[in-house]
């Protein structure tokens, strides 16, 4: 404890009283002038110090504060970009549907090519149906989820729950089906990114909302008493992820985005049926 | 009284000027400003004691400016700043308020 009696009782830094008591064998006075020229300097260079220190520690930006801002800016700029060029191609692909229209009315495919890009994806459709709505359960959301504790974690939704929900779907027999507005088609793909969930490399915001179209008599019920409507009661059941079906007459699936094949190719050239209705007309 | 108008004005400087601290010098402005805090009370108790000697003061503010510094240079480099900061503002905090009671004994014999 001696080194805490020391700091405690000697405080004062004992080369004051050295130097006292060298002036004071000297002849001169214990204490020295209050204006010697060093130790003005001394005190302003102190005080810039103190408000050099005092401006700087205030600033409200820290460069981590800066660099957030920043990097959320971009992030809105980038999805009001994504979602012009959305709107781009979803206007460039009703032109091209009206252009094929033009074209197959004399020639008499239209029906077919309407038909296939409906399948594919390529055109909104409008049904009956049903939508299912999944969200995390209370508190276990990435950004109310005690990191420290991986239970809070089970809650969440994940990839895989709703790649098992729309299989579940097809399987029911749903004939389009959207997440959040993103149409599934032949080249979707359900990912995650750490706790993110992406469908066709964009982000999906919770709450999730599948909408899927189909014969509305046995669709809705195939689903329930299927796989899906089993794993849905579990999610909701075991892990209290909120679940939310709703049976509808009349809902939208969007149009899908960016159909474009690069490589694959179909292999004939004679009959105009399926080269015309393919997605294929992309970059070339 | 000159020393306190210095004071005020070089914080006044400081506040008005509000020049940029290179950020490598940055993680030293506390510490240095906590080692500064403590010469000066150390200063005002030694002028109440009638033991002041502006050449101790000179040299303590910038030993202790400069070891602080040192200090959290030093833990930087060894990965435990944090630490030996801290540890630096205990030893410096207990002086600064052993210091400031015995200014307040000397002031209001308190």
Redesign the interface.
């Known amino acids: 404890m001696s080194l805490l009696t020391t700091m405690l009782q000697r405080p004062l830094d004992p080369g004051y009283a050295a130097a006292a008591d060298r002036r004071e064998t000297a002849g001169m006075p214990r204490a020295t002038s209050l204006r010697a020229p060093r130790l003005i300097l001394a005190v302003v260079l102190l005080g810039l110090m103190v408000g050099v220190a005092a401006s700087n520690l205030t600033a409200s930006d820290s460069p981590r504060a800066q660099a957030r801002k920043d990097l959320i800016a971009q992030i809105e700029d980038r999805r009001t970009q994504v979602d012009e060029l959305t709107a781009r191609a979803t206007q460039l692909q009703t032109e091209v549907a009206d252009l094929e229209a033009q074209q197959f009315g004399a020639v008499g495919d239209l029906e077919r090519s309407r038909e296939v890009a409906a399948t594919v994806g390529a055109v909104e459709l409008q049904g009956p149906g049903f939508t299912i709505t999944m969200d995390d359960a209370p508190g276990s959301s990435a950004d109310e989820a005690d990191p420290n504790n991986p239970e809070a974690e089970q809650g969440r939704v994940y990839a895989k729950d709703l790649r098992f929900v729309v299989n579940a779907l097809w399987q029911a027999g749903a004939e389009a089906v959207s997440i959040n507005g993103n149409r599934l088609t032949s080249l979707s793909a359900i990912r995650f990114a750490g706790p993110a969930l992406i469908v066709d490399n964009r982000p999906l915001t919770r709450p999730y909302l599948i909408t899927a179209l189909g014969d509305p008599a046995r669709f809705p019920a195939d689903f329930a008493d299927g796989e899906g409507g089993s794993y849905l009661s579990t999610l909701r059941g075991s892990f209290g992820v909120r679940v939310d079906t709703k049976v509808s007459k009349e809902l939208t699936v969007p149009a899908a985005v960016g159909l474009n094949l690069l490589y694959a190719r179909t292999g004939d050239t004679g009959d105009s049926a399926s080269s015309t209705a393919t997605p294929e007309r992309s970059s070339s | 009284?000159?020393?306190a108008i210095?004071?005020?004005?070089?914080?006044?400087?400081?506040?008005l000027l509000?020049?940029a601290?290179p950020?490598w010098l940055?993680p030293y402005?506390?510490i240095?400003?906590i080692a500064?805090?403590d010469?000066?009370f150390?200063a005002v108790?030694?002028?109440l004691?009638?033991?002041?000697?502006?050449?101790?003061?000179?040299?303590?503010?910038?030993s202790n400016?400069v070891v602080a510094a040192f200090i959290v240079f030093l833990g930087d480099k060894l990965g435990v700043g944090a630490q030996l900061s801290t540890g630096v503002v205990v030893?410096l905090g207990?002086?600064i308020f052993?210091?400031v009671a015995?200014i307040r004994r000397h002031l209001f014999n308190a």
């Open positions: 009284m000159i020393p210095g004071l005020a004005l070089g914080i006044l400087i400081g506040l509000q020049p601290v950020v940055q402005l506390p240095a400003v500064a805090l010469a000066v150390g108790r030694a002028i004691d009638g033991i002041f000697d502006d050449k101790v003061f000179v040299v303590s503010f910038l400016v030893v207990v002086r052993s210091n015995s």
